[in-house]
């Protein structure tokens, strides 16, 4: 018999308190995507592969997909949906539409969630940095050129330089 235990866990997520009882083989990709519904978070491998599922979690990006969600009991978790709106976009998403960064938009949330965790520590990153921040979120589509376009298109908006 599979007998699972469930545990309550306090969090913020984009802004909000949440208090959630969860299975203690659930990650956190299962509590946002699965209880929460916020599948703006993507899941494709779910084993750490591919970065699709990628939040920032104290400000720090990890995949979704590896780790638990008791283990962001009282973390701060930021999710694509919690960095802007189609009324009110952040630079990055907003960027990223101008730039053509996203074909079919399956890499697009995470690599975005690691792009804004560059920016906020590295506001004035090279291609290089770019390309090695990125380099846990894999395109298959893109060939990656106009991702690292956006973001530095971003970096230079969120300066104020254009
Ligand atoms: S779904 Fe998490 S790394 Fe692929
Ligand atoms: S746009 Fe399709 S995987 Fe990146």
Known sequence: MDVQ?????????????????VESNWTLNDLLRNRLELTGTKRACDYGGCGSCTVLVDGVDVYSCSILAVEAEGKEILTIEGLGDSENLHPLQKSFALSYAAQCGWCTPGMIMSAKALLDHNPKPTEAEVRAALSGVLCRCTGYTSIVKAVLDAAGVIRGGR
């Open 5 to 21: 235990e469930t545990h309550n866990v306090t969090l913020r997520i984009n802004g909000k308190d949440h208090q959630v009882g």
